[in-house]
C-alpha cells in the first residue's frame, strides 16, 4: 500500500542523547515536513524539503537537523540541544510545495526521560 | 501568512449537521483555505479546500464567503467518528511554498 511510515511509534531516550525518528514514503511526493505537537496544541513546522538534497527551517528549527539524501526519506534529528523534546512528532509529505493536499504519519510520541 | 481563528470547542449531535466556522480575515488573494481533521493521536487528515468558490465532496461542504474573509465546514450528517480536532488553515501562494501552518483548531464532540 502507499503512503507515508514513521517509525517507531514510541520511543524513549535519556536526557542528553540525540535521537533519529523514521519518515519514509512511497507516493513519489517531492515535498516532506516534519512537525511538532504538544499535548492540547495545534502542529508546528520544525523543517520542510521541497526536493532531495534541500530543506528549510520552519517556525522551530533551533535543536533538530534533518537530512534529505532520498525522495523518500525524511529523517528528524532530535539533539541534545532541543530543551523540551518531548512531544509528538508527525511527518507530513505532499506531491509538491503547490500540492493540494499533505498526506501525514501516524506520529512518534517521543519521551525524555 | 494570514491567520485563522477558530472556537476552541463544539459539540454536536449525532445525524445532525456539524457547521465549523473560521474566520481568516488577512487572507490575501491567491491563498486557499484548507480544513484539516486530527483523529486522537493520530496523524492530521485532508478534508478538502477551496479558494472563493463552495466546494464539496465526499467528507464535507466548505462555504466561503463572497469576501473570503470566513469560511465553513459543513459535516452533513456528523457520526461518532467525526469526534476530532478540525484545523482551518490558510495555504500561502504556492510560490511560497507550502508550509500548512497550523493553529489550535476547533475540538468537536459527536455526542449520541
Known amino acids: 500500500d502507499g503512503g507515508i511510515t514513521q517509525s517507531p511509534k514510541y520511543l524513549f531516550r535519556k536526557e542528553g542523547q540525540n535521537v533519529t525518528l523514521s519518515c519514509e514514503q512511497n507516493l513519489n511526493h517531492d515535498a516532506m515536513y516534519w512537525y511538532r505537537q504538544d499535548p492540547g496544541q495545534g502542529l508546528r513546522l520544525i523543517y520542510y524539503?521541497?526536493?532531495?538534497?534541500?530543506?528549510q527551517k520552519g517556525d522551530i528549527a533551533e535543536g533538530y537537523s534533518v537530512s534529505r539524501e532520498k525522495k523518500e526519506s525524511f529523517p528528524l534529528t532530535v539533539t541534545s540541544a532541543q530543551k523540551n523534546p518531548t512531544a509528538f512528532y508527525l511527518c507530513a509529505s505532499s506531491i509538491s510545495v503547490s500540492g493540494t493536499e499533505a498526506f501525514f504519519g501516524q506520529g512518534t510520541r517521543l519521551t525524555v526521560v | 501568512d494570514a491567520k485563522t481563528t477558530q472556537p476552541p470547542s463544539m459539540d454536536c449531535a449525532e445525524g445532525r449537521a456539524a457547521n465549523l466556522p473560521c474566520n481568516h480575515s488577512?487572507?490575501?488573494?491567491?491563498?486557499?483555505v484548507y480544513w484539516y481533521r486530527q483523529i486522537h493521536s493520530q496523524g492530521p487528515q485532508y478534508i478538502i479546500h477551496?479558494?472563493?468558490n463552495n466546494e464539496t465532496n465526499e467528507m464535507a461542504s466548505l462555504i466561503i464567503t463572497e469576501d473570503r474573509k470566513s469560511s465553513t465546514l459543513i459535516l452533513p450528517h456528523a457520526t461518532l467518528r467525526d469526534t476530532a480536532v478540525y484545523y482551518c488553515?490558510?495555504?500561502?501562494?504556492?510560490?511560497?511554498?507550502?508550509?500548512?501552518?497550523f493553529g489550535g483548531g476547533t475540538r468537536v464532540l459527536v455526542k449520541p
Open positions: 524539503s521541497q526536493i532531495v538534497n534541500d530543506f
Open positions: 488577512t487572507i490575501s488573494g491567491n491563498e486557499y
Open positions: 477551496g479558494l472563493k
Open positions: 488553515i490558510v495555504r500561502p501562494h504556492a510560490a511560497a511554498g507550502n508550509k500548512l501552518t
